[in-house]
């Protein structure tokens, strides 16, 4: 079975940076994608970023383009979501995901293709 670990949350002002980091393990497949999601104290959770391990393809957001960045170091089996210029709406408990395939996987945001979910990590950025 996956097992994802979501760390690096925080309280963090306005303007400021957070990376948080998800640590992964138990893939069956080489081809997998890890995907953050968050969700907001009465909202539905969201896609935030995604990567995969079969392309290096990446998705964001329209939300977080240019302020957050996505990467792997697949020696350690972590994925790292950089979140730059964070803005009180960012406010969220973040969750990393994996879905993985017998085939190519692209980068998606599909929540319902996600198959394995990590503990949240509560992001807070304050005005």
């Known amino acids: 079975d996956v097992q994802l670990q979501a760390s690096g949350g925080g309280l963090v002002q306005a303007g400021g940076s957070l990376r948080l980091s998800c640590a992964a393990s138990?893939?069956?497949?080489?081809?997998?994608?890890i995907g953050w999601f968050r969700q907001a104290p009465g909202k539905e959770r969201e896609g935030v970023s995604s990567?995969?391990?079969?392309?290096?393809?990446?998705y964001y957001a329209d939300s977080v383009k240019g302020r957050f960045t996505i990467s792997s170091d697949n020696a350690k089996n972590t994925v790292y979501l950089q979140m730059n210029n964070l803005k009180p709406e960012d406010t969220a408990v973040y969750y990393c995901?994996?879905?993985?395939?017998?085939?190519?996987?692209?980068?998606?945001?599909?929540?319902?293709?996600?198959?394995?979910w990590g503990q949240g990590t509560e992001v807070t950025v304050s005005s």
């Open positions: 995901a994996a879905l993985e395939r017998g085939w190519t996987v692209v980068a998606s945001l599909a929540q319902y293709e996600y198959e394995s």
């Open positions: 138990g893939f069956t497949f080489d081809d997998y994608a």
């Open positions: 990567i995969s391990n079969s392309d290096g393809s990446t």
